[in-house]
């Protein structure tokens, strides 16, 4: 087991109930709040189905890194057979290339002379793909890969739908790619993309699937028409994990969210709530009005984001008060209606745990994880990649 350093996260009386072997012997109520929590039987099951899925359908599964943002279960994804890591920014790349990993995805623009070198010192331990959709981001990286003289592999991203990042399939992008493959030590391995505007399970949810499916298959002919490697197509989500098979020439997929799952997956029908392996741990600490509960944790402690699709203006499910709704959010303050709750009334000190709505943005705001069995703590360990912006 990785040393986690847990103590330094719980109170000292928590400490004097170690045994001999420096075995940690708590429970919930040991922890102070708010805190992630992990349902580690959940996310392992999260994990192993992803993992059996991947291997089914002959895909490789490069889980990104953005969800969790722990080394830890970046092993955990690991052992299950992922090929690799993937990750957003530089920072998030040197954190992960710390832990057990062969090899870095980094699914998003790299631009400027300190992150380009930053990023080179990392493919100098551990080998290093780049996407990128851009001549200049490329001549950087290729200036830096020259001086320290290692390859550097990449990916163009083409955009599919999402209207983020990439080019659309045609002549940009084959241009692109042949002069990326023109440019040692870069050397190019195929195709990246990010189907994240596809929802299943709305109306045009499998239209969106075909329409994907036929834009990459128009961009692959184009690449071997060209003599262009397709090697690598990478792309893949949490909502289309476990449709990724219905794209013809997919090799590779990505998903984050998927590892601990929220209430927006819940609600584009991408998971159960069985599947919600995080949720946050708060203490109710002031009952002002009738139906009015408020909670020690606001807009420092939960994402702002609301529920998509849908677009509610709640934050999260409040498991313990079916019906509550979680409404309004300041910085340290979390407030919930209970006017549609139907049963006891909150009280002060009670622990509620809240699933909320975007998982990724949630754990960045906290500096340790607890790994849950019921109502032990197994484990605590560090959120090594929160912050990472850069």
């Not at 440019?183 to 045009?204: K, T």
């Not at 490697?229 to 990505?254: A, C, K, M």
């Not at 313990?320 to 139907?342: Q, T, V, W, Y």
Request: charged letters at 20%.
């Amino acid at each position: 087991m990785v040393d986690c350093g847990c103590e330094s996260s719980l109170p000292r009386s928590t400490l004097a109930r170690q045994g001999t072997s420096g075995t940690l012997k708590t429970t919930i109520p040991d922890i102070d709040t708010p805190a992630l929590l992990i349902d580690l039987d959940r996310m392992e099951a999260n994990l192993d189905r992803a993992a059996s899925y991947a291997e089914a359908h002959g895909l490789s599964l490069r889980p990104h890194t953005k969800t969790h943002k722990s080394t830890l279960i970046g092993g955990m994804q690991l052992e299950r057979g992922a090929t690799g890591l993937t990750v957003a920014k530089v920072g998030e790349a040197e954190v992960m290339a710390g832990g057990p990993v062969p090899d870095l995805l980094v699914a998003y623009p790299v631009w400027g002379e300190g992150k380009w070198a930053r990023l080179l010192d990392v493919a100098q331990t551990v080998p290093v793909t780049v996407a990128l959709d851009n001549l200049e981001a490329a001549t950087g990286l290729q200036r830096h890969a020259r001086r320290v003289g290692v390859a550097l592999r990449i990916l163009v991203e083409a955009d599919l739908g999402m209207r983020r990042c990439g080019l659309p399939p045609g002549e940009s992008l084959i241009a692109l790619a042949t002069a990326i493959a023109r440019m040692p030590p870069l050397r190019l391995e195929g195709v990246m993309f990010y189907p994240g505007h596809i929802n299943l399970a709305a109306p045009d949810g499998e239209v969106a699937l075909a329409k994907l499916a036929t834009d990459l298959d128009s961009v692959l002919a184009g690449f071997k028409k060209n003599g262009l490697p397709t090697g690598v197509v990478s792309g893949g989500s949490t909502p289309t994990l476990y449709h990724s098979h219905r794209i013809p020439g997919l090799t590779e997929i990505r998903p984050g969210t998927y590892v601990f799952n929220d209430c927006t997956q819940v609600a584009m029908g991408a998971c159960g709530w069985d599947d919600c392996a995080a949720s946050i741990l708060t203490t109710v600490v002031s009952t002002p009005r009738p139906n009015a509960v408020v909670i020690d944790g606001g807009s420092k402690t939960f994402t702002s984001d609301p529920l998509r699709p849908r677009g509610e203006a709640t934050f999260g499910r409040v498991l313990e008060l079916p019906g509550a709704r979680f409404h309004k959010m300041n910085e340290e303050h979390g407030m919930i209606d209970l006017s549609k709750h139907d049963g006891p009334p909150a009280r002060i000190g009670q622990r509620l745990r809240i699933v909320p709505n975007h998982v990724c943005v949630t754990v960045n705001m906290h500096e340790r994880a607890h790994g849950i069995r019921g109502e032990s703590v197994e484990r605590s360990w560090p959120v090594e990649g929160r912050g990472k912006l850069q």
